[in-house]
């Protein structure tokens, strides 16, 4: 996680403080990142998305593919389908209970009042 901070950082030339600003979280958050003390909540890389769409969150989750977007649907198709199971296993990891649970489905909602709903399959 701490090179993937760092890759972002340096892509758009910004200080800790500034990154942390710009994406509106704590500047204490981004370092927790890269020190490896927490790993980012989705409220976080909820708020890198809408900042950055252009990042592609499975790189960024899970160290995966490509750190920017492909334009192309076949490849979006097989993001998400990625970012469901890279999903799952941050879900699986955390999960006090042991049991496997899937990822459903993702549901993201915008400012305007707009939604995109993503499903795994």
Not at 60 to 72: C, K, M, N, V
Not at 111 to 118: A, I, L, R, V
Request: aromatic fraction near 10%.
């Amino acid at each position: 996680m701490r090179d993937r901070v760092q890759t972002l950082l340096d892509r758009y030339n910004l200080s800790v403080s500034e990154f942390a600003e710009k994406i509106g979280v704590q500047k204490s958050s981004i370092s927790h990142l890269i020190s490896g003390r927490n790993m980012p909540s989705f409220a976080f890389c909820e708020k890198l998305a809408q900042t950055f769409p252009e990042v592609n969150m499975r790189w960024f989750i899970s160290g995966q593919g490509a750190f920017l977007e492909d334009d192309s649907s076949d490849s979006a198709d097989k993001s998400n389908l990625d970012l469901f199971s890279s999903l799952e296993e941050v879900v699986t990891e955390t999960d006090v209970d042991s049991k496997r649970q899937r990822v459903e489905r993702i549901i993201v909602f915008y400012d305007d009042n707009t939604f995109k709903e993503y499903n795994p399959r």
